[in-house]
C-alpha cells in the first residue's frame, strides 16, 4: 500500500469518526421524578428528527411498586390517569408546554412533528403522593 493510499485511508476514518457515526448512539440521560407530572429535559428537538427514549427504574406508590410502564391492572385507577386509555403511572411525554402527551412506557422510537422542548413525566393527576424516579437515555438523529 502506498503513502498516499494510506494516508487516504487514515483521513476517510477520522472523517467517519468525527461526522456523527458515534454521536447518534451516544446519548442524554434524563432523571424524571415520579412526583412531578411534568420534567423539562432542557432538550429541544425539531420538526423531522427521529426521537428514541429507554427508561428503567421505579415509581413508588402507596404499597405498589412500577416500572415505566405502568399499570393497567387497576382500571378504576384511570380516573386519576392524564390520559385514561394509557396505563396509570406509564411514562409519558411531550414536546412543547401545550404538545399533544405520546405513551413511553420502557422504551419510544418515533418521528418528531412539531419542534420544541421535550417533556416527559408520569401519567398521573396526582402525582405528588409518587416517589422514586425513571432515568430515560435520549437518544435524537
Known sequence: MS??????????????????????KRGKTVKVPCAAT???????????????LT???????????FGPEGTS?????????LVPEW???ALIGKVGEDGDPFLV??????TIVRGGELYLGINDLDAENNDGSFEVTVFLQ
Open 3 to 24: 503513502k498516499l493510499t494510506l494516508v487516504g485511508v487514515m483521513a476517510a476514518v477520522l472523517v467517519l469518526s468525527f461526522c456523527g457515526g458515534n454521536a447518534e
Open 38 to 52: 411534568w420534567t423539562k429535559t432542557g432538550l429541544h428537538v425539531q420538526p423531522g428528527q427521529k426521537l428514541h
Open 55 to 65: 427508561a428503567t427504574g421505579e415509581l413508588a406508590g402507596g404499597q405498589w411498586r
Open 73 to 81: 391492572e387497576h382500571p378504576e385507577w384511570a380516573r386519576y390517569s
Open 87 to 89: 396505563p396509570h403511572l
Open 105 to 110: 412506557g420502557k422504551e419510544f422510537s418515533g
